[in-house]
């Protein structure tokens, strides 16, 4: 069941959708996005839509299956987006049977509006008293009206000011704001539309009915025991959390350090895992933590302050590196603030560790200095001039400094991942529809980890197609509601890849294989490719930028060489 | 002759450049741009080059032939970009031989430096004391070193910073620097090359050898004839100036007032033509003026402050409208003021304009407060990150206050002709390879002037085939050195551009058909549009902001309305 939400008329119509059988997640919010945005609107103009898309798993509580997909053309991108999130609201939406939420049209009055969902269907609610609060506070005063229970998506003042990397912020099963839907600036979109928060309550909903729920237990099973199985998702992530890879990366020569000036950070292991997990025991705060129902891995954590106090949750490499290493920075109290910062204001934190980064090579702070990083951090939420240049992520930070070394693809940052030292990563920031996206085909997994095999990260031999066969695999993956990080187990255990076939197949009661999957992985990447040209992106915007072909790294000393021509095979299907 | 600066090594060299037989101006210009520079590098990179390109004619004398060419890769596009510019440099370049200078590398230290060009050929100085000076007291102090008859283009802090709507500043036949390459950015790219200034000396330079000049001056004369007998040349243009337009776009309903909200300025007729040479006669400033060598139209003009000190010049209609109307300013010394200001600090006056607009809307300042936009603009000259977001032009201030009437095509903005009720106009802003560019297929003749035939403004028919024509003879008049205002003459009378062929014919011992020339024109457009889509620039661009389909312009209530598919039949040859 889908429901439309205009918010120009604040009217909610209820649809079958039944033209959209068969997708879920990423391809589900992409397909309506095709579907129903025009190429050429202005991403926060009337034409534009917000979509909220559950997955094929959403609701069963399949491992690791509790994630959700957002969607809209993109203000940071200015082309198709998809947006992964966990948290709890997957599984609530999917418990209630809805597939997707389109969010259309542009609020007639600048009030601030709640969207509630449960099982008597949808409401439109005004709650002026959350109007330009931080995403902390704001989910505090929902959760005293709806009560503890619910899942909370909500924006911060960086989405109301339509700030272009502005994140939606997401509960986890505790109820604190801690997971994002982080990445293209989807947060605006929200804003643009007068939707500060949506509210999901899934109390008194019906038992899930499976097509075959034994065969979908024994699918289930398969994938829970690669997980159980593999050391990365059983050992290496739910002792130190995916900031175990701090100082892996650091060691292998591909941590961007000082806006991505080196591949080497003297300071990580004062911001890695190892540490995170030791500060963690030593405060009471929590590692092997997990960030929505059905989650086995369990890497993520609480992080406490000096005095005990919870200072910030979901506190990822990505943003460990981004507002750490990339800044110089190796006080982890420091960072833990500035990843409290963004959580709240409501910015992706990879974007805006680069956009400040690109600020201190400009000159507004030295790299290293913690505490002139918060203070710039701090105008994002004032929204000061210099606020909104940062808020703009990385890439109009750039441009508004006149500055040339600006690590980002299609108007989006670049992760946690020097594409000069990790070469099969570099080929997905260049190629992928949604800008440069570390997850859109996780290359560390074979040129660092040696999962799925291994292809030298240095070297340029088979990196286009590793890219492109992870890109097709994930495509799938961030269409079932998983999380990507089964793929450490699915690589390397083929029973894991046979699970999630299973569990879907006997959720729906299709037949289909593997093969048929990975076409619709195929066939997500044609349409986004397709609405992308239509917006304007054409296959010279897939590369990097080019101080990553001119200017050596250190340690390696590489450059990132693989030609544009093989650049352009990464779709060849 | 073509000379090649490297600002790395502080070399020159001298070649002959036979590949480009038979190229002037934007032809040449895009030319070597297309050939020299990789689609993907950064625009302030070491990739990027700058090319001044002289014109067919240039050095000539030829009727209102004295205009050249600047070339690059835009900071504010990303795309390629040749902006055209009058003012004494073209004459004095082609007087010298010189038929290009590519600017090529990025230098080594943070230095100051003038590229001088005479008879004795090129060199390149350090003159630190001109570092970090606006524009008139650059000139100034360049004048007492290098004499009063120098021609001189330079940038002012905007291009030091590196700003994206930075422009370059040329001096006129006085030495007044008030005459612009100014759309595109390409003085930010001149700065990212640590060049402040190019002075050119044409003392000595020997007499320009003609193949036939007896043919020459023939052809010449015809073009004359013309000129003096077509009633927009001989008459409106030199007793008013462009500004005469004021008044008529706003009787025609397609003056953009207020940040495009209205066609229709009820205090236009205090910024009009009319009122400015009123205003001139009194004060003792000047209307018909020429901005170059061989002008025949002097349309320009010398504007004085109410105590008779000059405060501008080359006060034209785009910068009236932009600074005036488009903010709802009716005090033409307020608008005044700030073309000084643009000229001075070096930003282009549209894309300026265009961005306080949006500033405006966005609650900056009040439209119609002249004060408040003068404040406004004075931190572009402060390059506070307010006056940086406003120096990147139009596109990002829109950008980075989140707000969505942006009047921008492929990032450059929509200069004074609303497409809405100027709909040939719309048609050129949508496709046009440099961005939205007036002066890129000028339909306001044929839509409003009744120039060339007529097309009605307000309807959907004949505006395509309409703009194609206009952009093709445009490629050619553009590569010639001649002032595109020679058009409403050669439109209607035929006489003019048989004269403007057989001047080119006469000057090289060519036997060229106005259609080989037209050819040259559709040329040089497929390239330009083959450099724009390796850059990763896609058809999909060619279209106007959604607001213009969607939002009715007063007073005709009118809105854009040819269809996309028709848009991409513009370039159908």
């Known amino acids: 069941m889908f429901y439309r939400v205009n918010m120009g008329t604040l009217t909610v119509t209820k649809e079958a959708g039944d033209q959209y059988q068969g997708l879920g997640g990423r391809a589900l919010s992409s397909k309506l996005v095709e579907t129903e945005v025009d190429p050429t609107a202005h991403p926060l103009g ?115 000011n339509k700030m272009a990397a502005a994140c939606v912020g997401f509960t986890d099963m505790e109820g604190a704001p801690t997971r994002q839907a982080g990445r293209g600036g989807l947060g605006a979109v929200m804003g643009s539309k007068g939707i500060k928060a949506v509210v999901v309550d899934d109390s008194g909903a019906e038992k899930l009915v499976f097509a075959d729920e034994a065969a979908y237990r024994a699918g289930a099973k398969k994938l829970a025991n690669a997980l159980m199985a593999h050391p990365v998702t059983s050992q290496a992530l739910p002792a130190y959390g995916t900031d175990v890879l701090v100082n892996i990366l650091s ?30 025991k030593e405060r009471g705060g929590k590692s092997g933590h997990g960030c929505s129902p059905g989650c086995m891995i369990r890497c993520s954590n609480i ?5 005990g106090a919870v200072l910030t949750g979901g506190f990822e490499y990505e943003s460990v590196w981004s507002l750490g290493a990339n800044l110089g920075i190796n006080d982890l109290d420091d960072v833990a603030m500035m990843n409290r910062l963004c959580d709240d204001y409501g910015v992706d934190t990879i974007d805006m560790g680069v956009a400040l980064g690109i600020a201190m090579e400009a000159g507004l702070a030295k790299f290293g200095d913690g505490k002139a990083a918060i203070a710039l951090l701090q105008e994002v939420g004032k929204a000061s001039p210099l606020g909104r240049i940062l808020g703009a992520g990385a890439a109009i930070t750039g441009k508004v400094f006149g500055m ?37 085909g996780y290359a560390v997994a074979t040129n660092i980890l040696s999962v799925g095999g291994k292809v030298d990260p240095l070297g340029a031999e088979g990196q286009v197609d590793l890219s492109r066969n992870l890109q097709i695999a994930t495509a799938f993956v961030d269409s079932t509601g998983l999380c990507l990080f089964v793929a450490f187990a699915i690589l390397d255990i083929a029973e894991g890849l046979e699970g999630i076939v299973e569990m879907c197949n006997a959720r729906y009661g299709w037949n289909k294989s593997v093969d048929e999957y990975l076409e619709m992985g195929k066939q997500l990447l044609r349409e986004e490719r397709l609405f992308n040209k239509k917006a304007g992106i054409a296959e010279g915007s897939d590369d990097l930028p080019d101080f990553f072909r001119t200017e050596k790294l250190p340690p390696h000393n590489t450059v990132f060489d693989i030609p544009k021509e093989e650049l352009n095979k990464v779709f060849n299907f």
Chains 1, 2 share one sequence.
């Open 46 to 160: 009337e034409k534009n839509k917000l979509i909220f898309a559950t997955s094929l798993l959403s609701g069963t509580g399949a491992p690791n299956g509790g994630r959700m997909s957002l969607g809209a053309k993109s203000p940071l991108t200015e082309g198709i987006k998809e947006s992964n999130v966990g948290g709890a609201m997957g599984m609530k939406l999917g418990r209630l049977g809805v597939r997707g939420i389109i969010f259309e049209g542009l609020p007639q009055k600048d009030s601030c509006y709640v969207v509630k969902v449960s099982a008597d269907g949808v409401v439109v609610e005004e709650m002026p008293q959350i109007k330009g609060l931080d995403i902390y506070a704001a989910v505090a005063k929902m959760q005293e009206k709806y009560g503890e229970k619910v899942a909370i998506a909500c924006i911060g003042t960086a989405g109301e």
């Open 251 to 280: 060691e292998a020569g591909g941590l961007p350090t000082r806006s991505f000036s080196s591949g080497r950070f003297e300071g990580a292991n004062d911001i890695g895992g190892e540490t995170m997990a030791a500060v963690n």
């Open 303 to 307: 992080y406490k302050d000096k005095k």
């Open 404 to 440: 040339r070394r600006v690590a980002a693809v299609k108007g989006q940052a670049i992760p946690a991942y020097d594409p000069r030292a990790v070469k099969g990563q570099g080929v997905t920031y260049a190629t992928s529809p949604m800008g440069a996206d570390h997850t859109a």
